[in-house]
């Protein structure tokens, strides 16, 4: 395993980590874990790249078509649980969970939801209190 | 692709993701992107696994030495931008994100952060208002 050492420097973190300095307001994680692949965890992930990045709001290099200032952060984790009840995505840090999202339903949660705050009720199973 | 039934049905949801019955207080994401794989990011999974399922509060099915009404949530995650500063671990709701954790920092985390709500400074760098 590689060791590293402790940077303490915050400009320094900055420059190796540019998403420090984003005004990050939202993160979204799509589980990609095996049954949530099953039914479609692939294609709701591209479905949120693809929107995200068509309204410049995911965060990330510009290299790769994302805007480095970006509001959203999108990534893809493990099982949480909703195997049977997939594809999971979570939306942090409202603390929300939705279950049996499609395609279909990436639109609506982006703009209703990660755009103005408002829950996407008929999809929401578990809101954690803050 | 699986096509599935979307189920409306409260409980019959619940028993198919008992996980929407635990009063889930935090969710943890170790980041296993291969940056942080290589910086020890399975070390750090491992011993959050390890200290939160003996200390009986990590959710999960019984079966798997974890507690189904457990507070805490650990997930493994994709690359969030900390590729050069890993290993990252997130906490949300609380919206802290730590860099540069090793398997030695984990206990402090869960203690101070996980069970009383404190943040460790010296790790945090990132802060998302909620």
Redesign the interface.
């Known amino acids: 395993?590689?060791k590293?050492k402790?940077?303490e420097d915050r400009e320094q973190?900055e420059k190796?980590?540019?998403?420090?300095k984003a005004p990050?307001?939202r993160?979204v994680?799509v589980c990609?874990g095996k049954s949530c692949s099953?039914?479609?965890a692939a294609?709701v992930k591209k479905e949120f790249e693809r929107i995200l990045q068509e309204k410049g709001i995911r965060?990330?290099k510009e290299s790769k078509g994302r805007n480095p200032m970006g509001e959203i952060?999108l990534?893809?984790?493990?099982?949480?649980?909703?195997?049977?009840?997939g594809v999971a995505v979570?939306v942090?840090?409202?603390?929300i969970w939705y279950?049996?999202v499609t395609a279909d339903d990436v639109r609506e949660i982006i703009e209703k939801h990660l755009e103005n705050g408002e829950i996407v009720e008929r999809l929401a199973?578990?809101n954690?209190p803050?």
Chains 1, 2 share one sequence.
């Open positions: 395993m590689k590293t402790f940077i973190l190796l980590a540019p998403v420090m990050i307001r993160h994680f990609t099953q039914v479609g294609d965060q990330g952060v990534t893809e984790c493990g099982s949480v649980g909703f195997c049977s009840i979570l942090y840090p409202d603390g279950g049996q199973l578990i954690i803050q």
